[in-house]
């Protein structure tokens, strides 16, 4: 079986046929081929569990950066930095990971600012790619 694709309105992901881990693994690497930089990890259900007792199920948040990409995008607008960076994340779905990544051109809609929008566009269109090769 193929990954299935997966629109939504906060982003785009996949729906993988591989082990919850080796779906992450995939994750870090497609988007370090994309030149994103992972800035940080948040283990979800690790969270979840230390701050409320509570079992919850596999979920990874990936903070992503571009670095060049974020550079251009702040010098247009400084604000932008509340919207960095940008969010993938890996959760087990039925007993497969979805790998999905935020729609960065709806994101900076709330900018208001039109000089993001080519910035927006170029992390979409990475992060579409990088997900496409998972």
């Known amino acids: 079986m193929s990954p299935e694709v997966i629109r939504s ?13 080796q779906g992450l693994a995939r994750a870090r690497e497609v988007l370090k081929d994309e030149g994103f930089g992972v800035l940080f990890e948040i283990d979800m259900r690790e969270k979840m569990r230390e701050k409320l007792g509570v079992d919850f199920t596999n979920y990874v948040i990936l903070g992503a950066c571009n670095p060049p990409l974020a550079y251009q995008a702040l010098q247009q607008d400084r604000n932008v930095g509340l919207l960095l960076p940008c969010n993938v994340v890996v959760y087990d779905d039925g007993g497969r990971p979805m790998v999905a990544a935020i729609d960065a051109q709806k994101m900076m809609t709330v900018l208001e600012s039109p ?16 997900i496409d090769r998972l």
């Open 115 to 130: 000089a993001l929008a080519a910035a927006a566009a170029a992390v979409n269109e990475k992060l579409h790619r990088a």
């Open 9 to 21: 309105a906060a982003g785009y992901g996949r729906r993988l046929d591989v082990p919850f881990e």
